[in-house]
Structures are given as structure tokens and as C-alpha cells.
């Protein structure tokens, strides 16, 4: 299962099952959970924990130092859940400790080639990343969001669960959940609720109304933010959906796009 030419540290951790293939390079602080596997020429290093079931295509680079200037040599985290697929070029980095010292990345999802994560980022369960989008620094990215090729999101910034991120967009505020957004940065918006989205993972016709009347007193209404998540509180029928996308918005430290 471990080809004979991959290249990994007597110190790392291998639990059985995994499969390493050729010129493979894994380094000493590295633990591979059972059942992954790790293409030609792949890079594991740093202090980089990966679960089970995981598939690491050839060329991925897994735990590689931050590209940030400060950072020296501290101990600082990569840490990958289950069944996640990494595809050619994508590339993960290790947390920094002027962050959150570690990079966390959850269950089920997919980054494909090119995609990049930077340090301190977190993501939840479900993200697709599709090819060449880009995380910098301390971003969050909440369950089932769809980041487009070659999307652009700037540091500290948070996608909402289930959102759809369109190709080429630059994302410069926090996106609320459930939305589409694109648009390069100076054009760059809200369009709408990620309706087929939601429908496509079971949201009821009941729970959609309710995330639509919120959505329009949002980018539609012409209110104050604090004033139309006001209207939200009085006005929305309640339901788990809406109160994240009130709290999201007020738990936002950057500002909402709109």
C-alpha cells in the first residue's frame, strides 16, 4: 500500500489501510488516518493531522508553512477531517500563532485543483472549492458553501452556509447565508437566495418564504442594516434558518455585503 519510492519520516504516523503512491513526501509531525490516500508526488508536512478516507491527488501540497512574513517556524496546526478529496495543486497551510494556530478543515469536502487555503482559515463540512479559488488569511467558510473558479476572498472575511460564490468574484465584506454573490470587488454583490441550493438540499417551501422575506429586508428594503434586522426580528416568521442569517449578520465584524 506505501509505493517503495515515496519518502516518509520515521516519526510520522501511518495508520493502516493508507495508501501512499510514488515519490510521495511526508513529514515527522505528520498522522494520516486509515483508509486515505495519498497520490504521486504529494506533500504532507507540518504538524498536519488527517483523518480517515481522505484522497490526496498527486502534486497536492498538505501542510506547508503560512505565507506570512511574521511566521517562524512556530508550532502551528493543520488538522483535516474525514473524507475530504484534494485534488492536483491545491494547495493547505498550516495556522499561524498571531491567529487562531491552526487551520481547520471539516468532513466532505471537495478542493479542486489549484484551490488554495491560507493560514487560520477554517472551513465547515460540504465546501466545494472549485478550480483556482482562493482563501486568504483567517477566513471562515460555513457548511455547503460553493466557492466559483477563481474567486478571490479576502482575509477575515466569512461565507455563510450555502452559499454560492460565482467564478471570478472578489469577495471584500462577510457573506450572508444562503445567498448568491458575484461580481469582481468594485461591482461586488448580492444577487438573490441560493434558491436551487436550498431546494436541492431538502429546505422546506415554508422555510424558503421566510428566508425570502428576510433576504428583501436586507438588500432590498433600502433600511439601515440595524433597522432592517430589526424588521427581521418583528416581521420573519421564525425558523433555525433565519436566526442564523440575523446572527451572522450581527456577529459580523467587517460588514455584510448587500
Not at 13 to 25: C, L, R, S, T
Not at 31 to 37: L, Q, V
Not at 229 to 245: G, I, L, R
Request: aromatic share 6%.
Amino acid at each position: 500500500m506505501i509505493h517503495s519510492t515515496a519518502i516518509i519520516h520515521p516519526g510520522a504516523k501511518i495508520a493502516e489501510g493508507v495508501e501512499i503512491g510514488p515519490y510521495a513526501v511526508i513529514g515527522e509531525n505528520v498522522s494520516i488516518g486509515k483508509g486515505t490516500k495519498i497520490g504521486p508526488h504529494a506533500v504532507i508536512d507540518g504538524w498536519t493531522e488527517i483523518g480517515e478516507a481522505n484522497t490526496i491527488f498527486h502534486m497536492a501540497s498538505v501542510g506547508a508553512i503560512p505565507q506570512d512574513l511574521k511566521y517562524r517556524g512556530e508550532k502551528t496546526w493543520l488538522k483535516i477531517g474525514n473524507g475530504n478529496t484534494i485534488r492536483e495543486f491545491a494547495s493547505l497551510h498550516l495556522g499561524t500563532v498571531t491567529g487562531d494556530g491552526e487551520t481547520t478543515v471539516g468532513d466532505g469536502n471537495l478542493f479542486m485543483a489549484y484551490s488554495h487555503v491560507a493560514h487560520d482559515c477554517h472551513i465547515g463540512n460540504n465546501v466545494i472549492m472549485a478550480n483556482s479559488a482562493t482563501l486568504a488569511g483567517h477566513v471562515t467558510v460555513e457548511d455547503y458553501a460553493i466557492l466559483g473558479g477563481l474567486c478571490a476572498v479576502l482575509q477575515f472575511m466569512r461565507i455563510g452556509a450555502h452559499v454560492m460564490v460565482g467564478g471570478m468574484t472578489s469577495v471584500p465584506m462577510d457573506v450572508p447565508p444562503y445567498t448568491i454573490i458575484t461580481g469582481d470587488r468594485s461591482e461586488s454583490r448580492l444577487r438573490g437566495l441560493n434558491l436551487i441550493g436550498l431546494k436541492r438540499r431538502g429546505f422546506s417551501d415554508e422555510t424558503i418564504s421566510s428566508l425570502k422575506k428576510a433576504y428583501k429586508l436586507l438588500a432590498m428594503s433600502g433600511l439601515k442594516l440595524t433597522e432592517a434586522v430589526e424588521k427581521m426580528k418583528s416581521d420573519v416568521p421564525k425558523c433555525p434558518e433565519v436566526d442564523h442569517f440575523i446572527e451572522f449578520i450581527e456577529s459580523s465584524k467587517r460588514g455584510v455585503a448587500r
